[in-house]
Nanobody, 117 residues
Framework: QLQLVESGGGLVQPGGSLRLSCEGS????????IGWFRQVPGKEREGVSC?????????YADSVKGRFTISRDNAKKNTVYLQMNSLKPEDTGVYYC?????????WGQGTQVTVSS
């Protein structure tokens, strides 16, 4: 069964850091790009970052460039990480990881990130 499981969210003060993890199972992990999205109530889910299957190519939303870093471990763990530094209140939301496999979207259950003093 294909699964994506996010972890690492929490409450952090502005300027703080968190590292999110997305662990995949049930598919050939290193064949597929992985993306991170976030959503706040009343707004559409927005793309934050994505990484190619090999990890050699990454992209970021303008709002997180220079603060977030995406990476993946294909060798030991089927995991993609999102290192989030210099967090701002507007980074608050539920963060989801995503994979598109055979034209179908797969999502994890999400992990809550709250940036507040």
């Amino acid at each position: 069964q294909l699964q994506l499981v996010e972890s690492g969210g929490g409450l952090v003060q502005p300027g703080g850091s968190l590292r999110l993890s997305c662990e995949g199972s049930g598919f050939t992990w290193d064949y597929y790009a992985i993306g991170w999205f976030r959503q706040v109530p009343g707004k559409e889910r927005e793309g934050v970052s994505c990484i190619s299957a090999s990890g050699g190519s990454t992209n970021y939303a303008d709002s997180v460039k220079g603060r977030f870093t995406i990476s993946r471990d294909n060798a030991k763990k089927n995991t993609v990480y999102l290192q989030m530094n210099s967090l701002k209140p507007e980074d608050t939301g539920v963060y989801y990881c995503n994979a598109v496999i055979l034209v179908r979207n797969y999502w994890g259950q999400g992990t809550q990130v709250t940036v507040s003093s």
